[in-house]
């Protein structure tokens, strides 16, 4: 009866640990496929609309002039106008870096968010006159007699970050479509294609690289063609040595059983 059982199972395709098993890992590999789509779609964005977006964004700032001498201001003018402002408040904590201003109308109350403490920031005081440079509606610069500082809004020439945030989004996609296919085509064993160790390692090993090679791109002011090339030279060369050293580890597993039973039967 055993052996009847055992027959009938294999002709069925397997036990019913085995086929829950295939089931499951095909619905992980359909969810993988999903976020493939979804992380190249991001991609896609960030690369053609974003990163061209900011870098329009920036070149227009830098170009624009000074505004002239108005009786009645306007809201939003697509040049730069210096308006005095009187401080508030400040808020001056590692996660709420801004400053309250009341300035002359159309802006009266406004809230300046900071990426830093910065020269500015740090020094102002309740009551305290500053000198705002307004662009489009929105308050870029802060000065306080000599010391000037960006405001968080003001327009930046650092697409290295932007483009970080595509090149995992990228990565990612490659990565999920890869794992995604392993599952679906090898519902039953997808070999070491799986959350542990290898992709634990390949997501963690991404998502530092483009963090590292971003902020190095920043820093040092390279261009930010560097990140996509670093990080997809990097994250390839880490996913094939890790490939190889699981597929070699499981081997040497594998055949230890076997140079043990000879060593008995010697």
């Not at 995992?168 to 990565?171: E, R, S, Y």
């Given at each position: 009866?055993?052996?009847m059982?055992?027959g009938?199972?294999?002709?069925?395709?397997?036990?019913?640990?085995?086929?829950r098993?295939?089931?499951?890992?095909r619905?992980v590999?359909?969810?993988?496929?999903?976020?493939?789509?979804?992380?190249a779609?991001?991609?896609?964005?960030v690369?053609?609309?974003?990163?061209?977006?900011d870098?329009?964004?920036?070149?227009?700032?830098?170009a624009?002039?000074?505004c002239?001498?108005?009786t009645?201001?306007?809201?939003?003018?697509?040049?730069l106008?210096?308006l005095?402002?009187?401080v508030?408040?400040?808020?001056k904590?590692?996660?709420?870096?801004?400053?309250?201003?009341?300035g002359?109308?159309?802006f009266?109350?406004?809230?300046?968010?900071?990426?830093?403490?910065?020269?500015?920031?740090?020094g102002?005081?309740?009551?305290?006159r500053?000198?705002?440079?307004?662009?489009?509606?929105?308050v870029v610069?802060?000065?306080?007699g000599?010391?000037?500082?960006?405001?968080?809004?003001?327009?930046r020439?650092e697409?290295?970050?932007?483009?970080?945030?595509?090149t995992?989004?990228?990565?990612l996609?490659?990565?999920?479509?890869?794992f995604g296919?392993?599952?679906?085509?090898?519902?039953?064993?997808?070999?070491?294609?799986?959350?542990r160790?290898?992709?634990k390692?390949?997501?963690i090993?991404?998502?530092?690289?483009?963090?590292?090679?971003?902020?190095?791109?920043?820093?040092?002011?390279?261009?930010?063609?560097?990140?996509?090339?670093?990080?997809?030279v990097?994250?390839?060369?880490?996913?094939?040595?890790?490939?190889?050293?699981?597929?070699?580890?499981?081997?040497?597993?594998?055949?230890?059983?076997?140079?043990?039973?000879s060593r008995?039967?010697?």
């Open positions: 009866m055993t052996t059982r055992i009938a199972e294999r002709a069925a395709g397997g036990s019913p640990s085995s086929r098993g295939a089931g499951r890992n619905l590999g359909a969810a993988l496929i999903v976020l493939s789509l979804v992380s779609l991001t991609c896609a964005f690369f053609t609309s974003w990163l061209p977006t870098g329009a964004l920036y070149r227009e700032y830098r624009a002039e000074v002239s001498v108005r009645v201001i306007p809201a939003s003018e697509d040049c106008r210096e005095s402002f009187t508030e408040g400040t808020h904590t590692a996660k709420n870096m801004r400053a309250t201003l009341l002359p109308r159309p009266g109350r406004v809230v300046v968010s900071f990426s830093d403490s910065g020269p500015t920031l740090s102002l005081q309740k009551g305290d500053v000198t705002a440079t307004v662009w489009r509606g929105v610069m802060v000065a306080e000599d010391a000037r500082q960006h405001s968080a809004d003001a327009p020439d697409p290295q970050m932007t483009a970080a945030v595509g995992f989004a990228g990565l996609a490659a990565l999920a479509f890869m296919a392993m599952h679906l085509v090898r519902p039953r064993d997808p070999g070491l294609f799986t959350w160790p290898y992709g390692w390949l997501l090993v991404t998502g530092a690289t483009c963090v590292v090679v971003g902020l190095g791109t920043v820093w040092t002011g390279l261009p930010w063609l560097l990140v996509p090339t670093v990080c997809g990097v994250v390839a060369g880490t996913a094939w040595l890790l490939h190889r050293d699981l597929r070699l580890g499981r081997a040497n597993a594998a055949s230890r059983p076997a140079q043990h039973l008995q039967a010697q």
